[in-house]
C-alpha cells in the first residue's frame, strides 16, 4: 500500500493548490509541498530494504485477463528516481513559489506540477508493463499543459503541441513494444520480463521490440532526430524547465532504457542502435549550445548533449558503463536543476534572457553568480565537482570498446570533442553573462539579487555538486551502488569513486577536454561567423510546415470521403463491404451447405412480399417524403411481425416501440421540410446506386444461405442454460441485457442520455417557421387540439402507464422489460403534447428531462457498483425468492433497479428529444406547437 501511495499522494494532492490559493501565495505553495514531503517521508522508511538489496513489489488484481494489475515496484533504480522526482519537486515548488507573478495561476501551475509529479513517479515505480504506459501517455499529457501554461504565448502553445506530438507518437510505438514483449513473455510483470532477457533476445521478434522500445525511449529523451522540441519547450515557465531537465520526463527515457537494460541488452543490434544515436546526439547538442544566445536555449541543448552522453554509456553494454550512466542522472540532475534556476533568477531580475545583453553581471548578483559559476563548472566536468567524476567513468569506458573494431577510436574521440564543446559553452555560461562589459539595454535596471527563499534550492543543489565531488564515498556511494545494481539486474563489477586515479588516459582526455574549451571559446568570434554562414534549418518551422501539410492532406482525403452527401457515404460503406465480406465468401467451394434450409409456409412468404413491396415503395416514392414515411413505417411493422413470427417476442416489442418513436420523430422533422424532395440526382449516379444496390442485396443473400446451410453453434446455449440459474429470470434477451452483458447495456444507456442532451442542446432556443399550408396551399385547420383527440388522448395515458408498468415488471421472466416499457411510457406521454400542447402539458407535468435521464444513468451505475461492495465484479446481480402473505413466492432481482435506470434514461432522453423537436414550432403564424 505504501508503494500505491507514494504514487497517488501527488495525484489526489492535486486539488490542494486550487483550495488553498485564496488564501495566499505561501500558504497554496505549503499545501503543494505537503504530498511530495509525505511521499518521500515513506520513502525514507522503505530505504533500509532498499539498501539492504531487497525489491519490494505490491500488486492488486484488476484486469487480469489482459494482463494488467496494480503492481508497484520498489528497488534501488526506482528508489534514486521517486528520490529525485521529489526531492527537486520539493525544490522546484519553493522556488516557483517567488518565481510566479501575480497575475500568473498560482493554483493552476501547482496542480499541473503535481499531476505531472504523479505520472512520473507511477511510470519508475510501475511493476506492471501496461500500468506504466499509462503513467507514461500521462506524463506527456501533463507536460504539455506545463510547457503551454502560458497559454497567451504562441511560442509557448506551439512548443506544447510540439513536444506532446513528438513523444505521443514515440509512446505509441512504445505501447506497441511492451504489447510484443508480453507477447513473447507471457506476462505483462516486470519481474517476469527482466528475467526472460534470454528468451527475449532469442526471438525472432527481438529486432521489433527493441526498435519500438527504443522509439518511445528516444522521443522522450531529445535523442536525435527527435531532440528538436526540446528547445521550444523552452517557452514554458523556468521551474517547469528545471523540473522537466532535470528530474523528469526526458529522464523518463533514459530511466527506461535503465530499466529494460536487463531484458534487451547484450546484443551487437543494442549496441549500433544506441550508441551511435548516443554519439549523435551528444556531439550535436553540445556543439549547438556553443551558439545560442538565449541562456535556456543554451542550457536546453547541453541537457540534449548530456541525454546523449547517458545513452552512449547505455550503448557501449557494459556494467561499468551502466554504473557511468546511472552516476551522470544522479550527477546532471542536481547541476541542471541548479541551472535552470540560476537562469530563471537572472531573467526575472533582469527580463531578458539574451546573453548579448546580460553582461557584467557579477557587480548586480555575486550570491547568485557564485552559485551559478559553481553548478557550470560541474557540468564542465571541472574537478572537484561531482559533473568530473562520472564523467572521467565515461572517459574510461570509451577507451574499453572495440566493437567498431580498427575504427573504435572514433568513439573516445567523439566523446572528447562533446567535452571541449561543453567546457566551450559552460565557459559562455560563466563569462559571457557575469562578466564581459556591462549590462546592455536591460528591461530592468538595475537588476539585484532575489529573495531570499528563492535562491534557497539553488543553494542545495550547489552544495550537493560540491559535496558529492569532494566525499563521493560518503554521500553518493550507497545510492549509485544499489541503483546501478537494479540497472543491470545482478553484481556490480569493482569501481572506484576516488577522486584521483593516477596520471592515466581518461585524466588526459579531461585536460584535452578543458583545455580545448577554453581556446575554443576564445576563438569563439571566428567560430560564430562561421556558424552564421551555415543554412539555417529552423525545426519548428520544418514541424509546423509538416503539421500543415498533414492537415491539407487530411482535409483533401476528408472531401473525397466526406462530401455532406449521404448517398456517397452509404456507397463507400456498401463498397467496403462488398469487397472485405464478398472476398472471403467467393472463396467458399460451394455457397451452400449440408443443412437443408427451413421450408417456406404461406404466411410467411406473403408477409415476406408484403415487406418487399412496402420497401420498394419507399425508393419508387421517396421523393414525396409523407407517403415514402407511412411505407418506412409498413416496413417497420413487418420487421417486428418477423420477429413475432421467428420467436423473438422480445425483439418485436422492442422492434414495434422503437418504430413508433421513430416514425413519431420523422413526423416532427417533416413539418419542417418541402413536402418533396427535390432531383438531384444524376442518371449516370442513379445507375450506380442500382449497381452497388443490387450487388449489396446478392451479397446478403448469400451471406444468408452459406450461414443457414451450415451447422452453427452460438453461445446462446450457454445463455439458456445459466439464465434461470444465474441470473434468475426465464426470459432469457432481458438477462442477458441487464445480467450477463449488463455492462454493454449500461454503456449504451449512457449513451441514450449523452445523446438526448447534445439534441436538446443542438435545437434547445432554435425557432423555426412555421408552414401555414399544406403542399397543395391549402391552409391547415384552425383547430390546433382537436376535441375528440384531447379526449381520447387522456383516457389513453393511465391505460399506457399502466401497461408500461406490467411491461416492465414481467420483463425479468416474460417478454418485456425496462427499455420497452420506457418507449410505451414516452409514446403515452408525447401523445399528450400532441394532443394538448406543450404548454399545457408541460404545466401539469413539472419534470425536468434532464434529470430523469441523469437519474437513470445513476441509478444503473450504482446498481453495478452496489456489487463491488459485497465483493463481487461490477455489475453483478443477484436475486431471492421471498414469501408474500395472500401473494404467495416473489422473485426479488437486484437487476430490477438496473432496468430501473435504463428505463428512466429512455424516458428522459426520448421526452428531451421529441418534445423539444415539439418547441421549435412554435414561431411566427404559429401559435402553439401540435
Not at 467 to 474: C, K, N, Q, W, Y
Amino acid at each position: 500500500m505504501t508503494l500505491a501511495l507514494i504514487v497517488f499522494l501527488p495525484l489526489l494532492g492535486c486539488l490542494l493548490p486550487l483550495l488553498t490559493v485564496r488564501y495566499g501565495r505561501s500558504l497554496c505553495a505549503l499545501a503543494t509541498m505537503l504530498p511530495p514531503a509525505i511521499g518521500l517521508f515513506l520513502l525514507w522508511r522503505l530505504s533500509g530494504d532498499v539498501f539492504a538489496g531487497k525489491v519490494l513489489v505490491q500488486t492488486w488484481p484488476w484486469l487480469e485477463q489482459i494482463g494488467l494489475n496494480l503492481s508497484f515496484r520498489l528497488d534501488g533504480l526506482g528508489f534514486m528516481f521517486a528520490l529525485l522526482i521529489q526531492g527537486i519537486g520539493l525544490l522546484v515548488i519553493l522556488y516557483a513559489r517567488y518565481y510566479l507573478s501575480k497575475s500568473d495561476p498560482m493554483g493552476r501551475f501547482f496542480a499541473y506540477l503535481l499531476l505531472f509529479m504523479a505520472a512520473m513517479l507511477g511510470v519508475v515505480l510501475s511493476e506492471n508493463l501496461l500500468l506504466m504506459m499509462f503513467f507514461w501517455e500521462m506524463t506527456s499529457l501533463s507536460s504539455f499543459l506545463l510547457i503551454g501554461y502560458w497559454s497567451h504565448s504562441t511560442d509557448a502553445r506551439k512548443g506544447a503541441r510540439m513536444a506532446l506530438a513528438v513523444t505521443g507518437g514515440g509512446g505509441l510505438a512504445l505501447l506497441a513494444g511492451v504489447l510484443l514483449l508480453g507477447h513473447i513473455v507471457g506476462s505483462y510483470e516486470l519481474s517476469a520480463v527482466l528475467a526472460a532477457g534470454d528468451l527475449i533476445r532469442a526471438h525472432s521478434l527481438y529486432p521489433v521490440v527493441l526498435v519500438l522500445v527504443l522509439l518511445g525511449v528516444f522521443t522522450k529523451s531529445a535523442q536525435f532526430p527527435f531532440h528538436f522540441w526540446l528547445p521550444h519547450a523552452m517557452a514554458a515557465p523556468t521551474p517547469v524547465s528545471a523540473y522537466l531537465h532535470s528530474a523528469t520526463m526526458v529522464k523518463a527515457g533514459v530511466f527506461l532504457l535503465a530499466r529494460m537494460y536487463p531484458a534487451l541488452a547484450d546484443t551487437d543490434l543494442w549496441f549500433f542502435l544506441v550508441s551511435i544515436t548516443g554519439m549523435i546526439t551528444l556531439l550535436l547538442g553540445a556543439f549547438t549550445a556553443l551558439f545560442k544566445h538565449d541562456l535556456k536555449g543554451l542550457l536546453a541543448y547541453s541537457t540534449i548533449s548530456h541525454l546523449g552522453l547517458i545513452t552512449l554509456l547505455f550503448g557501449l553494454d557494459t556494467k561499468l558503463a551502466a554504473v557511468a550512466a546511472v552516476f551522470h542522472i544522479i550527477n546532471h540532475a542536481t547541476f541542471k536543476a541548479s541551472l535552470f534556476m540560476a537562469a530563471g533568477i537572472i531573467d526575472h531580475e533582469t527580463g531578458t534572457r539574451d546573453m548579448r545583453r546580460i553582461n557584467g553581471l557579477w557587480r548586480f548578483m555575486p550570491h547568485t553568480a557564485t552559485l551559478a559559476m559553481v553548478a557550470a563548472s560541474a557540468m564542465a566536468g571541472v574537478p572537484l565537482l561531482n559533473g568530473f567524476l562520472s564523467k572521467e567513468m565515461f572517459f574510461t569506458e570509451t577507451l574499453q570498446q572495440t566493437q567498431f573494431g580498427n575504427f573504435s577510436w572514433v568513439i573516445p574521440l567523439v566523446a572528447t570533442l562533446a567535452g571541449v564543446f561543453s567546457v566551450a559553452y559552460s565557459l559562455r555560461f560563466i563569462h559571457d553573462v557575469f562578466f564581459n562589459g556591462k549590462p546592455f539595454n536591460l528591461p530592468k535596471y538595475p537588476p539585484h539579487e532575489p529573495p531570499r527563499y528563492m535562491k534557497v534550492p539553488v543553494e542545495i543543489l550547489v552544495a550537493l555538486c560540491l559535496l558529492v565531488g569532494l566525499a563521493p564515498a560518503f554521500t553518493v556511494a550507497g545510492l549509485l551502488a544499489v541503483s546501478a545494481s537494479a540497472t543491470v539486474g545482478g553484481d556490480l563489477p569493482y569501481y572506484s569513486l576516488a577522486i584521483w586515479h593516477g596520471l592515466n588516459l581518461p585524466l588526459a582526455m579531461s585536460v584535452v577536454a578543458l583545455v580545448g574549451g577554453v581556446l575554443v571559446y576564445a576563438g569563439r568570434s571566428r567560430l560564430y561567423n562561421w556558424y552564421e554562414g551555415l543554412p539555417v534549418l529552423d525545426a519548428k518551422l520544418m514541424f509546423e510546415s509538416a503539421v500543415q501539410a498533414l492537415v491539407r492532406g487530411a482535409g483533401q482525403f476528408t472531401l473525397l470521403l466526406e462530401n455532406a452527401s449521404l448517398q456517397r457515404y452509404l456507397a463507400w460503406m456498401l463498397v467496403a463491404a462488398l469487397l472485405t465480406s464478398g472476398f472471403w465468401l467467393l472463396q467458399l467451394p460451394e455457397l451452400r451447405g449440408d443443412v437443408a434450409m427451413t421450408p417456406i409456409d404461406g404466411v410467411t412468404l406473403v408477409g415476406a412480399l408484403m415487406l418487399m413491396a412496402a420497401a420498394l415503395a419507399t425508393v419508387l416514392w421517396h421523393r414525396q417524403r409523407l407517403i415514402a414515411l407511412v411505407m418506412l413505417s409498413v416496413v417497420g411493422l413487418f420487421v417486428a411481425l418477423a420477429f413475432a413470427r421467428f420467436s423473438a417476442p422480445d425483439l418485436a416489442l422492442t422492434q414495434l416501440s422503437v418504430e413508433v418513436v421513430t416514425i413519431v420523430l420523422l413526423m416532427l422533422s417533416l413539418f419542417f421540410l418541402p413536402r418533396r424532395t427535390p432531383v438531384e440526382s444524376s442518371s449516370l449516379r442513379q445507375v450506380r446506386d442500382l449497381v452497388v444496390a443490387g450487388f449489396a442485396g446478392l451479397l446478403v443473400s448469400g451471406l444468408a444461405v452459406a450461414v443457414l446451410t451450415r451447422p452453427y453453434e452460438s453461445i446462446a446455449g450457454f445463455f439458456l442454460a445459466n439464465s434461470k440459474t444465474g441470473g434468475g429470470g426465464t426470459n432469457v434477451v432481458n438477462v442477458i441485457l441487464v445480467d450477463f452483458r449488463g455492462y454493454d447495456t449500461l454503456g449504451e444507456v449512457t449513451v441514450l442520455a449523452i445523446a438526448g442532451i447534445a439534441i436538446y442542446a443542438l435545437i434547445d432556443g432554435l425557432r423555426l417557421l412555421t408552414p401555414v399550408t399544406d403542399a397543395n396551399g391549402r391552409p391547415w385547420a384552425r383547430d390546433a387540439h382537436p376535441l375528440m383527440l384531447v379526449n381520447l388522448s387522456r383516457v389513453i395515458l393511465p391505460l399506457a402507464l399502466m401497461i408500461s408498468v406490467y411491461i416492465f415488471l414481467r420483463g425479468h421472466n416474460l417478454p418485456g422489460g425496462g427499455f420497452i416499457a420506457g418507449l410505451i411510457t414516452a409514446v403515452a406521454l408525447i401523445l399528450q403534447y400532441f394532443a394538448s400542447g406543450v404548454q399545457w402539458t408541460a404545466e401539469r407535468w413539472r419534470i425536468d428531462y434532464h434529470y430523469l435521464a441523469g437519474a437513470g444513468v445513476i441509478i444503473a451505475g450504482l446498481t453495478g457498483l452496489g456489487s463491488l461492495l459485497f465483493g463481487y465484479p461490477f455489475l453483478t446481480s443477484t436475486f431471492e425468492y421471498v414469501g408474500i402473505p395472500l401473494v404467495g413466492k416473489v422473485e426479488l432481482a437486484s437487476a430490477l433497479l438496473f432496468d430501473l435506470g435504463v428505463y428512466l434514461t429512455v424516458v428522459g432522453a426520448t421526452l428531451l428529444i421529441l418534445t423539444n423537436l415539439g418547441k421549435l414550432s412554435v414561431g411566427r403564424n404559429a401559435g402553439e406547437a401540435s
